[in-house]
């Protein structure tokens, strides 16, 4: 599954995910929750939403700006928390 990232000023591009299971979205949601409580920061929490959501390796993920990092977290959690068709 691909997600797309849009970032005001610069080019889409898409990422590619893992498939959720339920016990993946319960992981996926805790490490948002810090995302969004980390005292220390949110860079550390989407470094953690994207290693666990992706197969980029560190030198991937570390050719990506920190903006780019944040987008890609919260459209990793965009897509995998959407209401789902029946």
Known sequence: ???KVKIK????????????NLDD???LNNLLFEFFN????MFGPSIEIIRFS??????????Y??????????EISN????????
């Open 79 to 86: 897509c995998v928390n959407k209401k789902k068709g029946t």
């Open 9 to 20: 000023g610069s080019k889409p591009f898409s990422v590619e995910i893992k498939e959720f």
């Open 25 to 27: 979205r319960v992981k």
């Open 65 to 74: 700006s920190n903006d780019e990092i944040f987008q890609i977290a919260i």
């Open 1 to 3: 599954m691909k997600v």
């Open 54 to 63: 992706t197969e980029l390796s560190d030198d991937e993920i570390n050719n």
């Open 38 to 41: 980390n005292k220390e920061g």
